[in-house]
């Protein structure tokens, strides 16, 4: 079984700032990439950011300059570090890895269960 836990989500002022963390947990084989996305009520779940292949990070548009997504790769967690937060980024955000369990020969996206990230006016 694997789960990823998500942690560090609440209430933050506008131009605030809130850390997110996300430790993956399990019979882990490895892990392809991981990353943060969001989602707000009627609308599709969107990329925030995430580490690809060959360590390489992709951010949206929306956040560059704001946002910084790190890892500790020994401890299967990985962090999105959200300063000037806007109105505008509150949402629902979840953790995603791509990782391969033990004793499988397939990588497959698990999620978390989410944390909410609201941001005041």
């Known amino acids: 079984q694997v789960q990823l836990v998500e942690s560090g989500g609440g209430l933050v002022q506008s131009g605030g700032a809130l850390r997110l963390s996300c430790a993956a947990s399990?019979?882990?084989?490895?892990?392809?990439?991981m990353g943060w996305y969001r989602q707000v009520p009627g609308k599709q779940r969107e990329l925030v950011a995430r580490?690809?292949?060959?360590?390489?990070?992709e951010y949206a548009d929306s956040v560059k300059g704001r946002f910084t997504i790190s890892r500790d790769n020994a401890k299967n967690t990985v962090y999105l570090q959200m300063n000037s937060l806007k109105p505008e980024d509150t949402a629902v955000y979840y953790c995603n890895a791509n990782l391969r369990k033990s004793g499988s020969y397939s990588s497959y996206s698990y999620w978390g269960q989410g944390t909410q990230v609201t941001v005041s006016s």
């Open positions: 580490f690809i292949s060959g360590g390489t990070t």
């Open positions: 399990g019979s882990i084989f490895s892990i392809n990439g």
